[in-house]
């Protein structure tokens, strides 16, 4: 059974755009999150863009799962605290390299003025089978999917967290699924990024809605 500080019944304005505010915004990033099959052809505007974004979005993302579970003490809020570690330190270094390091190579190339003798150079860091991010010419890359792990495994002990701090079904199940969204999609791009972290967002505004409530409630008994 989890048990919580009282600084876990707390709901500032902090908590919440962290919480809500930093998942949300890579939802909505995401959407802008490039297709792409050869980075050569990539539009290196948005593909920079939303790379060098990601970075730190990431990272708060990860704060994000992990700040809703925090004050809790038990295993399940302990595990997604791993899991989230886990998460950014697998994620963020494999988006780094597939996303702004092939995004670099390839302006070099460009202002080059010779692109083909490049490719190579594209091709070795995009088909890396640790940080690449092409899963179509090789194997899914192993932090990517370390990643995606991390991410599935923290939402369902947070998830579990809170259900136990007698939270109801529907938001937990929400980001028990959306915690899901990576591992099913393959990607973080839209739909993946999206499913996954608009979840995430939405999950916690209900989840934070739930705590303040109940707070409130216990105000009102009593000052009654």
Same mark, same amino acid.
């Given at each position: 059974?989890?048990r919580?500080t009282?600084? $876990?019944?707390?709901?500032?304005? +902090?908590t919440?755009?962290?919480?809500? !505010?930093?998942? =949300?915004?890579?939802?909505? &990033?995401?959407m ?6 050869d980075p ?9 863009t939303?790379h ?7 990272m &708060?993302?990860? =704060?994000?799962m $992990? ?11 302990a595990?997604?605290?791993?899991a989230?570690?886990?998460f $950014? ?17 390839v302006?070099?190339?460009?202002d080059? +003025?010779?692109?083909a003798a /490049? ?7 995009w088909?890396?089978?640790i940080?690449?991010?092409? +899963?179509?010419i090789s194997p899914?890359?192993? =932090? $990517?999917v ?5 991410w599935?495994?923290? !939402?369902?002990?947070a998830a ?6 007698r ?7 929400v &980001?028990?699924v959306?915690a ?8 973080h791009?839209?739909?993946g990024?999206?499913?996954t ?9 209900? &989840?934070? /809605?739930?705590?303040?409530s109940?707070s ?9």
């Open positions: 059974m989890n919580r009282g600084v $876990a019944a707390q709901v500032g304005l +902090g919440v755009a962290l919480a809500v !505010g930093a998942p =949300l915004a890579l939802a909505v &990033l995401e802008f999150h490039p297709h792409v099959h050569m052809d990539a539009d290196l505007r948005v593909w920079l939303v060098y974004a990601q970075i730190p979005l990431f &708060l993302s990860a =704060l994000a $992990a700040a809703l579970v925090h004050g809790y003490r038990g295993i399940a809020p595990i997604c605290r791993v989230m570690f886990v $950014a330190a697998s994620y963020i270094p494999f988006d780094t390299a597939a996303g702004v390091t092939t995004g670099v190579l302006q070099a190339a460009r080059s +003025g010779d692109p /490049w490719r190579a150079a594209v091709a070795a860091v088909a890396h089978p940080v690449g991010g092409s +899963g179509a899914p890359p192993v =932090l $990517a370390l990643g995606a792990v991390a599935s495994i923290g !939402g369902v002990a579990i967290a809170l259900k136990q701090d939270h109801s079904w529907a938001p937990c199940l &980001l028990v959306s899901f969204g990576l591992a099913i999609f393959k990607t791009a839209s739909p990024g999206p499913f972290f608009g979840g995430l967002a939405l999950a916690a505004a209900w &989840l934070l /809605w739930e705590r303040r109940r409130s409630a216990r105000d009102i008994a009593f000052l009654s």
